[in-house]
């Protein structure tokens, strides 16, 4: 463990540190959770299954008064579903950052739209 100023939450740089790069954060995942992982890869359910269900719910219940959320595997999923009920379709001309993930785009170029990318 690091002695910095993060104490026993400082990882190990992968570059070491220098006036030439900059740590933008030492990611610290509690013990508790890389409990629930190791259940989780050890049981049968490592996609769609209870923990997703659960954390669903208690996603509606404390921020949808609940309606019904529902979760996807990723960014670039959620946007995707996002167009998709914004009614975006072929032909829709989108503006977009100049400067974003590709995330952003390539849910617009699935459904046939046009952009500047």
């Known amino acids: ?25 030492h990611p610290h995942i509690p013990s508790s959770a890389l409990d629930e992982i190791s259940g989780t890869l050890n049981s049968r359910w490592i ?18 008064a609940g309606d019904k959320a529902i979760s996807v595997n990723s960014g670039t999923a959620a946007l995707h579903l996002s167009y998709l009920l914004a009614n975006l379709s072929a032909g829709d001309e989108v503006l977009c950052p100049v400067f974003t993930c590709t995330a952003t785009n390539i849910p617009l170029l699935y459904l046939g739209c046009k952009s500047d990318l």
């Open 47 to 64: 996609g769609q299954g209870p923990k997703v269900d659960l954390f669903e719910n208690l996603f509606s219940d404390m921020f949808l």
């Open 1 to 25: 463990m690091g002695g910095g100023i993060l104490g026993r939450f400082e990882d190990e740089a992968i570059l070491e540190l220098s006036d030439k790069n900059i740590v933008l954060f």
